[in-house]
C-alpha cells in the first residue's frame, strides 16, 4: 500500500492530476504506470517502489534543505511576504535580509528569528527544518527583484539562500488603453508564408508583411495578425510547420527578404549568383508555384545570404554596430540557438542525424566540451546563423513600422506556438525545464479515438520554478516584440497540459498542472512592459472556473463563429458573445467560409478516407446544409440579411453579412482571415493529416496589393463598415 502512495505523492507533487473527465463526460483515472512514466520524464526515476519512495524523499528533502525557493511571483497589490526554511540552531540566531530592485534601488532589514514564529517544520537526516515568514515592508514596483536572506548566529553566517521576486500587475493592457477610444479593431489574418507579391522569392517574407499592413490599413484594419514566425530548422527546410518550432524565442529566417538587404549592395558575388540566368529562372518557377516549394526557396536564399554575410562581417559602419549590440542585447540565448543551428547543419547534412537526441553524445549536451570546441572551431557559420537573426528581427521591425505608420493602432498580432519540437534548439538548450520523456497532445474524443499526440515537448512545471520562469519569460518578450498583441495557442495550458508519455505502448496519457496564478501574473506583467494586448485561444476543453480567471486577467477569449452554439446547435446571437474577446468566422485550422459554406472541408476528409462508414458522408453534408440554415436563421433574426436570403450560394453580400453579424458583437476585436477576403476553398491546414495534405503550402491566388480590390473583400469591409458607423 505504502508503495503506491509514494508514487501517488510523487506525482500529485509534481502536477500529475490523478484522474480527468473526457468528453462524454466520464472520469478517467490515471494509471500507474502512466504516472511511472510522467514523473521520470520530469527526471524523477519510479520504475521500482523504492525507487518512488527515493525520488520522493529527495524531492522533499530539496524543498527544506535551501533558505528560499527560487522564485516569488506577487500581484502588485499583495503584501511581500516571503516564506524561508532554516535548519535547526543552537544560541539566539537572526536573519538579514537584502532586496535590490531591478532598476537600482536596495533595501535590507535585519529581525530576530524569535520574532518569525515558525509556521511548519520537517526533519532530514535527524536535522530539524523550520519554515517562517518574513513579511517586508517596503511596497515594491512592478518587475524582477533579487532577494537575499542570511541567518546568522553568533555572528557568522550559517544559512543562506537567494530567489527573484516579481511583482506584477493585476491585469494585462487592455485595448482601450492600446487603441484608445472604444479600443475596438478588426484587423485582417494571414499566413506570411502564403503571401504573393513581384518581389518576394516564392514565400511571403517580412517585407510582405509590411505591405500587407498598409493594405489593411487602408481598408480600415487597425491589426494584422500573422502565423506563428518561430525559428524553424535552416538545415532542413521541409519541416515547415509553423507550430512544431525549434524554438519559440527566435525568428523564422526564412522569411528574410533578401532583395532588400542593403548588404547585397556591398557583394558583388551575391548579386552576380541573382543575375544568372540559371537563378532567375529558379526564381520565376519558385514565384509562380500554386504551393510554397520550402526546398526551392531555401536553395534560393541561402546561397545568397552566405555570400552577402561574408562581404557584411567584413565591413564597418552603423549596420555592423547594429548587429553587435543585437548579438549583445540577445546576450547567451543567441549564442545557443545559432550554435544550435550550426550543428544541426552539421550533423543532419553531413551524416543524416535530423534530432540532437542522435547526435554523438558529447554535443548533446550544450555546455559540453565537445560542444565549446565546434563554436570556435566554427565561429564563422556560428556568426551567420547569429547574422540571420539580426537581420529577421530587424526586417521585421522595419514591417511593424510600417504597419503603423500606415495608421493601425495595434500593429502586429503574433502567435504564440503551444510548445516546441523536441528535436530543436530550445529543447537542446534548456533541458532543465524542457521534458523528453513525454510530448504534448489531447485526450481521446468523438473525433480522435485514441486522443492526439502533437509531436511538441511540454515544459516542466518543477523546470520553470527552478529557473525562475527565464524560459517562459524569454518566449513572451520575444514574441511581443514588434508586436501590438500575442495570440497564445491553447492557452489552457496555463492551468494543465494533457502529457504523453514517449515510450512505446505506454498505457495513456494525464493532464500536468502548472503554477497558473505565476504565469498569468508574468504575462500581465510583460503585456504591460511591450505594451501588447494578450489573447487566448481557449477552443476545446476548457476547465471550469477558466474563463473567469482569464477574464480578471485581461486575457481576451477566443471565439470562433462555427462553435458559439446554443444547446440546440443554433448559432448565439451576436450580442451573447462575451465583451473581452477576439471573434473570428474560422482559423487556420478550419474550414474557410466558402469550405464550410459548400461542405468543401467534408468532401476532402472522405477523399482521406475519412469516413469510412455506409451514410457518414452523406450525414455530414446534411449536417452542414442544416448548420447554415442554422446560421442565417441566427443572421435574419438580427436583421443582418433580410427574411428572403437563401443558403445556397455563399455570395459576396453574402459574406459580407456573416462578418457583419460578427462585427455586431460586443467582442473587442474582430479577425477577417484573408482566405475568406478573396474566397479561398482550402484550408491553411488540415488537422490530423501530415503528407496526405499541403498544410502550410498554400499560396493565395492573388498578389497582397490585389487583396483589396477583391468583390469579397470590399463586401466584408462595407458591412463592418455599417455596424460601426463607418459606411
Given at each position: ?63 527544506w534543505r535551501r533558505m528560499l525557493r527560487p522564485v516569488f511571483v506577487l500581484g502588485e497589490s499583495d503584501a511581500v511576504e516571503i516564506d524561508f526554511t532554516v535548519p535547526d540552531r543552537t544560541g539566539p540566531a537572526g536573519i538579514t535580509w537584502t532586496l535590490s530592485e531591478e532598476f537600482g534601488d536596495v533595501h535590507w532589514g535585519e529581525q530576530p528569528l524569535s520574532g518569525l514564529p515558525a509556521i511548519g517544520e520537517e526533519t532530514f537526516d535527524d536535522v530539524r527544518y523550520t519554515r517562517h515568514r518574513l513579511t517586508l515592508p517596503e511596497a515594491l514596483p512592478q518587475g524582477y527583484h533579487r532577494l537575499a536572506i542570511q541567518l546568522n548566529v553568533a555572528d557568522s553566517v550559517v544559512h543562506e539562500g537567494a530567489a527573484c521576486v516579481i511583482v506584477a500587475p ?478 445556397e450560394t455563399l455570395t459576396a453580400e453574402l459574406a459580407g453579412a456573416i462578418h457583419g453579424y460578427l462585427a455586431r458583437t460586443p467582442g473587442r476585436i474582430l479577425m477577417v482571415q484573408v482566405e475568406d477576403m478573396v474566397g479561398e476553398i482550402d484550408q491553411p491546414n488540415l488537422p490530423g493529416t501530415v503528407h496526405q495534405h499541403p498544410n502550410w503550402q498554400r499560396k493565395l491566388p492573388v498578389a497582397i496589393g490585389t487583396i483589396p480590390e477583391s468583390p469579397i473583400a470590399r463586401a466584408i469591409v462595407q458591412a463592418i463598415d455599417r455596424e460601426h458607423g463607418r459606411g
Open positions: 500500500m505504502k508503495d503506491g502512495a509514494d508514487l501517488d505523492r510523487l506525482a500529485g507533487l509534481l502536477g500529475v492530476e490523478p484522474f480527468y473527465h473526457d468528453i462524454w463526460g466520464n472520469r478517467r483515472e490515471i494509471g500507474p504506470a502512466t504516472k511511472r512514466d510522467l514523473v521520470q520524464a520530469m527526471g524523477f526515476p519510479a520504475g521500482t517502489p523504492e525507487e518512488a519512495a527515493d525520488s520522493l524523499f529527495r524531492l522533499r528533502e530539496r524543498d493585476e491585469s494585462c493592457l487592455s485595448p482601450d488603453e492600446l487603441a484608445g477610444g472604444d479600443g475596438w479593431s478588426w484587423g485582417m489574418g494571414v499566413q506570411l508564408y502564403a503571401l504573393r507579391s513581384a518581389a518576394n522569392w516564392g514565400i511571403g517574407d517580412y517585407a510582405d508583411a509590411g505591405s500587407a499592413a498598409e493594405q489593411a490599413a487602408a481598408m480600415g484594419a487597425g491589426v494584422l495578425g500573422l502565423n506563428p514566425l518561430h525559428a524553424l530548422f535552416p538545415a532542413d527546410p521541409n519541416h515547415n510547420s509553423p507550430y512544431s518550432p525549434s524554438n519559440r524565442g527566435f525568428l523564422n529566417t526564412l522569411f528574410i527578404d533578401v532583395a532588400g538587404l542593403p548588404e547585397l549592395a556591398e557583394s558583388p558575388e551575391a548579386r552576380s549568383l541573382i543575375e544568372s540566368a540559371d537563378f532567375q529562372a529558379q526564381l520565376q518557377a519558385a514565384r509562380e508555384a500554386p504551393l510554397v516549394n520550402y526546398g526551392a526557396v531555401a536553395d534560393l536564399k541561402m546561397p545568397v545570404l552566405d555570400l552577402v554575410f561574408k562581404s557584411a562581417r567584413e565591413s564597418t559602419g552603423p549596420r555592423r554596430d547594429a548587429f553587435l549590440l543585437f548579438q549583445r542585447e540577445m546576450d547567451e540565448p543567441l549564442v545557443r540557438q545559432s550554435v544550435f543551428d550550426a550543428l544541426h547543419e552539421h550533423f543532419f547534412k553531413g551524416e543524416g542525424k535530423w534530432a540532437w537526441q542522435d547526435w554523438p553524445e558529447a554535443y548533446r549536451d550544450p555546455r559540453s566540451e565537445a560542444v565549446e570546441r565546434f563554436a570556435e572551431e566554427n565561429a564563422d557559420r556560428v556568426e551567420f546563423f547569429q547574422w540571420l537573426q539580426f537581420v529577421a528581427d530587424d526586417q521585421l521591425a522595419d514591417a511593424a513600422h510600417r504597419a503603423h505608420r500606415a495608421g493601425m493602432p495595434i500593429g502586429f498580432y503574433r502567435d504564440l506556438a503551444v510548445a516546441n519540437h523536441p528535436g530543436g534548439a530550445a529543447a537542446w538548450s534548456a533541458q532543465d525545464v524542457i521534458v523528453q520523456g513525454a510530448n504534448v497532445g489531447s485526450p481521446p474524443d468523438m473525433f480522435s479515438p485514441d486522443g492526439q499526440n502533437w509531436g511538441l515537448a511540454p515544459l516542466s512545471p518543477l523546470g520553470l520554478v527552478e529557473t525562475a520562469y527565464e524560459t517562459f519569460i524569454q518566449s513572451l518578450r520575444a514574441n511581443m516584440r514588434h508586436a501590438g498583441a500575442i495570440r497564445i495557442d491553447h492557452v489552457m495550458a496555463l492551468q494543465h497540459l494533457f502529457w504523453i508519455p514517449s515510450r512505446p505502448d505506454h498505457e495513456g496519457g494525464a493532464y500536468v498542472a502548472y503554477p497558473m496564478r505565476d504565469l498569468v501574473r508574468i504575462i500581465a506583467l510583460e503585456s504591460r512592459r511591450n505594451r501588447c494586448l494578450v489573447i487566448g485561444e481557449d477552443l476545446g476543453t476548457v476547465p471550469e472556473g477558466f474563463r473567469p480567471a482569464m477574464q480578471k486577467a485581461g486575457i481576451l477569449s477566443y471565439r470562433v463563429l462555427y462553435f458559439e452554439r446554443g444547446p440546440d446547435k443554433g448559432f448565439i446571437a451576436p450580442e451573447h458573445y462575451p465583451r473581452d474577446s477576439l471573434v473570428s468566422v474560422t482559423t487556420h485550422d478550419l474550414p474557410t467560409l466558402k469550405g464550410w459554406w459548400n461542405g468543401h472541408d467534408i468532401r476532402i476528409r472522405a477523399e482521406l478516407g475519412q469516413y469510412s462508414e455506409p451514410g457518414a458522408l452523406d450525414s455530414e453534408l446534411a449536417e452542414r446544409r442544416t448548420d447554415r440554415e442554422r446560421l442565417l436563421s441566427s443572421m435574419r433574426w438580427s436583421g443582418v440579411v433580410p427574411q428572403e436570403t437563401g443558403s
